[in-house]
């Protein structure tokens, strides 16, 4: 139960409204972040941007990574609700139950390469209330592993992004 009053389908303004439908017509319900966002139509749109541009469009960065970050900064952050919502995704993007398994259990139990595990433990490492002490030498480890500034750029936005969902679903008791 949500620590707020989560405003269900009718209440919601109707540009989210439109937005919401096809979500009601496919699944018969809102989640409580979908609810939670549409609360202020700019942050639910501002939001929606970033899970389009992030999460959901093709990239540089592979769907598996980008569903990695989710998971692993969602455990990082104690993030219950979006660690089951984004297991959920990750099958539904096609990543195997042994590979959502290996995420879950740290970054050391993924059978991936060396490369792709320094990227996911800065994204951890970029997570946290520290990211100030990040050191140029750390991105310059990523460079010289293969990894280009797009490519780094997009895997700490998408930390970013966790963190900021994270938190709107840690405070007000989604999931719970």
Same mark, same amino acid.
């Given at each position: *139960?949500?620590?707020?009053?989560?405003?269900?389908?009718? $209440?919601?303004?109707?540009?989210?409204?439109?937005?919401?439908?096809?979500i009601?017509?496919?699944?018969?319900?809102?989640?409580?972040?979908?609810?939670?966002?549409? +609360? $202020?139509?700019?942050?639910?749109?501002a939001?929606?941007? *970033?899970?389009?541009?992030?999460?959901?469009?093709e990239?540089?960065?592979?769907?598996? +990574?980008?569903?990695?970050?989710?998971?692993l900064? =969602?455990?990082?952050?104690?993030?219950?609700?979006?660690?089951?919502?984004?297991?959920?995704?990750?099958?539904?993007?096609?990543? =195997?139950?042994?590979?959502?398994?290996?995420?879950?259990?740290g970054? $050391?139990?993924?059978?991936? =390469?060396?490369?792709?595990?320094?990227?996911?433990?800065?994204?951890i490492?970029?997570s946290?209330?520290?990211?100030?002490?990040?050191?140029?030498?750390?991105?310059?480890?990523?460079? $010289? *592993?293969?990894?280009?500034?797009? &490519?780094i750029?997009?895997?700490?936005a998408?930390?970013g992004?966790?963190?900021?969902?994270?938190?709107?679903?840690?405070?007000?008791?989604?999931? &719970?």
């Open positions: *139960m949500a620590h707020i009053n989560l405003p269900e389908f009718e $209440d919601m303004t109707p540009a989210i409204q439109d937005k919401a439908k096809p009601l017509e496919k699944t018969g319900q809102l989640g409580e972040i979908f609810k939670l966002l549409a +609360i $202020d139509e700019k942050v639910y749109f939001t929606d941007t *970033m899970i389009q541009k992030y999460l959901l469009d990239t540089h960065l592979s769907y598996d +990574i980008k569903e990695s970050i989710a998971l900064i =969602s455990v990082e952050n104690g993030c219950k609700m979006c660690v089951d919502v984004h297991k959920g995704i990750a099958r539904m993007l096609g990543l =195997s139950e042994q590979r959502i398994e290996e995420v879950l259990n970054v $050391d139990a993924i059978d991936t =390469s060396d490369a792709e595990k320094e990227l996911l433990n800065f994204c490492r970029a946290r209330k520290d990211s100030y002490k990040v050191l140029k030498e750390e991105i310059d480890v990523l460079k $010289d *592993m293969g990894y280009s500034d797009v &490519q750029i997009e895997a700490v998408i930390t992004y966790f963190n900021y969902i994270n938190t709107l679903s840690n405070v007000f008791g989604l999931g &719970q």
